[in-house]
Structure formats: C-alpha cells, structure tokens
C-alpha cells in the first residue's frame, strides 16, 4: 500500500475533481440546451466531464503502479505561474496578442533546453493561432492590440 505511484493518483484525483466539480457547477448554474441549439452550459459541462474522466484515466491505473521518486521542480512551478499571472494582467491592458505572446515567452523558460529563437518562435505562432481562431475564426470582441499610451 506504500508503494504507490501516489503523485499521478493525486493529480489524477484532483484533475478528476476540479472537472466534476466545474461540470456539477456549470449544469446547476447554467441552461445546457440541445446539440441543435447549444445553451451557455454546454461547452463548461462537456469541458469538465471530460477533464474529469481524463483526470481519472490518470489516477486509477496510477493508483496499481509501484512508487517512483517524487521530482517537484519549484523553478517550473515558479515560472509558469508568472506566466498565467502574466496573461492575467496584460489581456486587458494590452491586448490578446502581446498577452499570448508573454506568456508563451514566459512559459517557455520553464524548462532549461529551449533556446531563445525557438521560444520567440513559438511565441509568434501562438499570438498568430490565437488571433486567428478567436478574433478572426470566432469573432469575439477582444482588441488585438490595445496599448495604453
């Protein structure tokens, strides 16, 4: 009982909860609709189950597994919070496209083997991808650039 892979059970669990509990919240709080006519719900309730059953996809084979060395990398941690953090303040302010493009630039120095030009690379496509699926593909009122000076 001691041996068990116990951090994928627990991320397992918690995936399988936090998508449980956004589906339980969006079906109580919002209309679900029809698949012809989509309600506000649909999309929230069908994210959450399937985060739920991804989370338990995780943590139940997880659960027959031996234990393997528990690596918490702090660093990781530390940087991709900035960069959520970061897509946070700048969405407003700036815009969607520099926001992506700081977070993406952000997160890619969580890990150590990713060279500059690659993350600016990345970085770019991500602004481009998400630009085009969201203002042009979906039309939802968010500025490209909005700068504040």
């Known amino acids: 009982m001691l041996d068990r892979n116990y951090r994928d059970v627990a991320t397992g669990l918690a995936l ?32 959450g189950v399937i985060l739920a059953v991804f989370g338990l996809i995780i943590a139940v084979p997880a659960f027959f597994e031996s234990r393997k060395e528990i690596d918490v990398r702090f660093r990781a ?10 897509f946070m303040l700048l969405i407003e302010t700036f815009g969607l496209i520099p926001a992506v493009f700081s977070t993406t630039m952000i997160a890619t120095f969580a890990e150590n083997k990713v060279p500059l030009r690659r993350g600016l690379i990345l970085a770019a496509s991500m602004s481009l991808l998400t ?7 979906l039309r939802l ?3 490209a650039f909005d700068w504040p000076f």
Not at 77 to 86: D, E, H, Q, R, T
Not at 131 to 137: K, N, P
């Open 16 to 47: 399988a909860l936090i998508g449980g509990g956004s589906a339980v919240y969006a079906l109580t709080h919002y209309a679900l609709g029809t698949v012809k006519r989509m309600g506000p719900g649909m999309m929230p309730t069908s994210l």
């Open 77 to 86: 941690l530390v940087i991709l919070s900035a960069s959520v953090l970061s």
């Open 131 to 137: 630009w085009t699926i969201f203002i042009l593909g």
């Open 141 to 143: 009122p968010i500025s």
